[in-house]
């Protein structure tokens, strides 16, 4: 089982940039899948989750309205496209993915998810 994370780099605020996840061994429409950033000297916390049982799409306010996540069921790949982006954007980020439709509801996103990905840094200049 293996999440592998692609995407990062450095941009230029108010740019964009697309992170994908490509998964082995799972398949993602089975799963509840999410981001997750940790922003230097900073706890990891998580930006953005779908719950596998109801569909629903949770995003921290922080991200509501910039960041989108998608999933493509015949490329078993995840995807956060990332708009406007912020100098405060700056962070490692993982993607994660859990059998348990609780591990995502609105307003907590389960930092105990069952597979995770290697990091990719982003890095937003001013």
């Known amino acids: 089982v293996q999440l592998q994370a692609s995407g990062g780099g450095l941009v230029q605020a108010g740019g964009s940039m697309r992170l994908s996840c490509a998964a082995s061994g799972i398949t993602l429409v089975d799963y509840t899948i999410s981001w997750f950033r940790q922003a230097p000297g900073k706890e990891r916390k998580g930006i953005v989750c779908i719950n596998r049982h109801s569909g629903g799409t949770y995003y921290r306010d922080s991200v509501k309205g910039r960041f989108t996540i998608s999933r493509d069921t015949a490329n078993n790949t995840m995807y956060l496209q990332m708009n406007n982006l912020k100098p405060e954007d700056t962070a490692v980020y993982y993607c994660?993915?859990?059998?348990?439709?609780?591990?995502?509801?609105?307003?907590?996103?389960?930092?105990?998810?069952?597979?995770w990905g290697k990091g990719t840094q982003v890095t937003v200049s001013s």
């Open positions: 994660a993915a859990d059998p348990y439709g609780a591990s995502c509801n609105e307003g907590f996103i389960y930092d105990g998810m069952e597979t």
